[in-house]
């Protein structure tokens, strides 16, 4: 298939600290699958970041480190099209034309907003504004699929409905609804104490660790003393393993947590220590992580550019 006839894959994560398991395994991993099967534009929402992370050089870094774990994981730089969303300020004018046919009180349903609000945090308007600039970031594409965690799936119908409130508007058909892609199997990914993994749970196990924050990660799972399966070991451990392994593994070292941990340890430093090992190894050139980053967005830019002609004509702007 030529690249014009593939259909158009777009996602992108915030760049707010190192990746953790869940989220290699909740989306990163599906980029990397679906890598060969799509016109893939895969992004570092630093202008997302910019809400929480308000800091020169850490933001910087971030974006940088996270377009290194993109590489780390195995995303081909010659199939996919690895860019820096402020790169691409056209989305900012996007997501400003979408704020004025966007209402207050339906933003306000959106969960990362009453979220904030539940937990009495300060939202700032880029916060409360958050799913538009998504939305800009997902539609200037032309996006067919949207490959995300499951938390994300309110932002993608957001994304839907805007496109559709555009269009009857403006009446056009400038743009294509995107459809989210979330694995079921991946829904939930627990953490060391069961709990969904998560930064803001502090249960994670980071995707880059080294092998000492491995053994200490695991040795510290939450296992409660019946003798039975340790569930919180054996919830881990099925992302790594097939369940038929487990069985066995399980059946044979039965009320033998100590021993099932270290089987984990062996199973996840397996996995992490090649990723980590690329990761060293791209780290070496970071000028030409930055290269690929600018040439990108300078190759989007053409097809961006007519997007936003077409949709300044049909406001009439
Ligand atoms: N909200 C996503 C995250 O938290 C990042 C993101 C921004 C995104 N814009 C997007 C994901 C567009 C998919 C499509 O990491």
């Given at each position: 298939m030529t690249e014009k006839s593939k259909k158009v894959l777009l996602s992108g994560i915030k760049s707010t600290g190192r990746p953790h398991v869940a989220n290699y395994f909740g989306a990163m991993k599906q980029y990397v699958d679906l890598q060969n099967d799509y016109d893939s534009r895969i992004f570092i929402a630093d202008l997302h970041s910019l809400t929480t992370v308000q800091n020169k050089n850490e933001l910087s870094q971030n974006t940088l480190d996270l377009a290194i774990d993109y590489l780390a994981i195995g995303l081909d730089p010659e199939k996919v099209t690895i860019y820096k969303q402020s790169d691409l300020p056209?989305?900012?004018?996007?997501?400003?034309?979408?704020?004025?046919?966007?209402?207050?009180?339906?933003?306000?349903?959106?969960?990362?907003?009453?979220?904030?609000?539940?937990?009495?945090?300060?939202?700032?308007?880029?916060?409360?504004?958050?799913?538009?600039?998504?939305?800009?970031?997902?539609?200037?594409?032309?996006?067919?699929i949207v490959p995300v965690g499951k938390d994300q799936k309110q932002h993608i119908e957001i994304a839907r409905d805007t496109a559709e409130k555009f269009n009857r508007i403006f009446s056009t058909e400038i743009f294509k609804l995107p459809e989210p892609y979330i694995l079921p199997s991946v829904e939930t990914i627990p953490g060391v104490d069961g709990l969904k993994m998560s930064k803001s749970n502090n249960n994670h196990i980071p995707l880059f660790s080294t092998d000492d924050e491995i053994k200490k990660l695991v040795m510290s799972i939450v296992t409660d003393s019946?003798?039975?399966?340790?569930?919180?070991v054996y919830n881990i451990h099925k992302l790594f393993r097939d369940e038929e392994y487990l069985a066995k593994l399980y059946k044979e070292h039965e009320g033998k947590y100590k021993a099932l941990k270290e089987a984990l340890i062996e199973d996840i430093i397996a996995f992490i220590s090649p990723l980590r090992a690329r990761r060293e190894e791209i780290a070496k050139d970071p000028e030409s992580v930055r290269l690929m980053l600018k040439n990108n967005a300078k190759k989007l830019k053409v097809e961006v550019d007519e997007m936003m002609n077409k949709v300044r004509e049909a406001v009439g702007l």
């Open positions: 056209e989305v900012t004018e996007l997501a400003w034309i979408f704020n004025c046919i966007t209402t207050v009180p339906y933003l306000m349903r959106a969960h990362a907003f009453k979220d904030a609000e539940a937990k009495s945090k300060e939202v700032n308007v880029g916060l409360f504004d958050y799913p538009i600039l998504m939305a800009a970031d997902i539609l200037i594409h032309n996006s067919d019946n003798g039975g399966v340790p569930v919180n």
